[in-house]
């Protein structure tokens, strides 16, 4: 056999080695992969006050899982209830009401400090730019309609809890507290948090395609 001949065949030998290997290979990336990381999603529930006043911010959640470590995302955030104060305006001589709603979109980040079957335990923590708005009425009468930006930070320690393979409830406190170095809006959203959530696992239902 010629030198040609030999220098194609080991060539193709290989090539052929080369496309085996990789084929071998390529599932096993992929289920490397989807096991380091997962999809996902909750909702939640979160008990707070505004200037002593209850409120109920509903939430949700949607981000990527690595691993058995963290969590990340985007998140949005809305105060069911609007607050009504009441307070008598001394410069005006008259009784006044302001109206409060709150919304906020946010980014977040848990750390998983345990996790088993059934459990988890983690920290998370989320940023985000929200935008409270202030309604003042005298009298039943509508004198201002005020929008504030505000840059909110919220730290909690949660519990997660998986009922059956896709879907769980989960409880936390936390604190909720602004960015913003403005004194009389600190004094209005700064305050303790309490968190019922239901959780959901796609993941459960990815496997069943």
Same mark, same amino acid.
């Given at each position: 056999?010629?030198?040609?001949?030999?220098?194609?065949?080991?060539?193709? &030998?290989?090539?052929?080695?080369?496309?085996?290997?990789?084929?071998?290979?390529?599932?096993?990336?992929?289920?490397?992969?989807? #096991?380091?990381?997962?999809?996902?999603? !909750?909702?939640?529930?979160?008990?707070?006050?505004?200037?002593? *006043?209850?409120?109920?911010?509903?939430?949700?959640?949607? /981000?990527?899982?690595?691993?058995?470590?963290?969590?990340?995302?985007?998140?949005?955030?809305?105060?069911?209830?609007?607050?009504?104060?009441?307070?008598? #305006?001394?410069?005006?001589? @008259? !009784?006044?009401?302001?109206?409060?709603? +709150?919304?906020?979109?946010?980014?977040?980040?848990?750390? &998983?400090?345990?996790?088993? *079957?059934?459990?988890?335990?983690? @920290?998370?923590? !989320?940023?985000? +730019?929200?935008?409270?708005? +202030?309604?003042?009425?005298?009298?039943?009468?509508?004198?201002?309609?005020?929008?504030?930006?505000?840059?909110?930070?919220?730290?909690?320690?949660?519990?997660?809890?998986?009922?059956?393979?896709?879907?769980?409830?989960?409880? /936390?406190?936390?604190?909720?507290?602004?960015?913003?170095?403005?004194?009389?809006?600190?004094?209005?959203?700064?305050?303790? &948090?309490?968190?019922?959530?239901?959780?959901?696992?796609?993941?459960?239902?990815? *496997? *069943?395609?």
């Amino acid at each position: 056999m010629s030198n040609v001949s030999m220098r194609y065949f080991h060539e193709s &030998i290989s090539s052929l080695i080369y496309c085996r290997v990789f084929i071998f290979l390529m599932p096993s990336f992929s289920q490397e992969t989807s #096991n380091k990381w997962k999809f996902a999603f !909750q909702l939640d529930n979160r008990f707070s006050s505004i200037r002593g *006043k209850e409120v109920t911010v509903f939430g949700g959640k949607v /981000g990527v899982q690595y691993r058995k470590l963290t969590r990340f995302g985007l998140g949005g955030s809305i105060v069911m209830n609007p607050v009504y104060i009441e307070y008598f #305006n001394r410069k005006v001589n @008259a !009784q006044e009401t302001n109206k409060i709603s +709150f919304w906020y979109v946010s980014i977040f980040n848990d750390w &998983i400090l345990y996790k088993n *079957k059934k459990w988890e335990c983690f @920290a998370t923590e !989320q940023v985000g +730019f929200g935008r409270p708005n +202030f309604t003042k009425e005298i009298n039943n009468d509508v004198v201002s309609d005020v929008d504030v930006a505000v840059y909110v930070n919220e730290i909690s320690g949660q519990v997660n809890y998986k009922i059956v393979p896709w879907i769980g409830v989960g409880a /936390g406190i936390g604190h909720r507290n602004l960015l913003n170095k403005k004194s009389v809006l600190n004094t209005t959203f700064d305050a303790p &948090i309490y968190i019922a959530k239901i959780i959901l696992y796609p993941d459960f239902f990815f *496997k *069943k395609l």
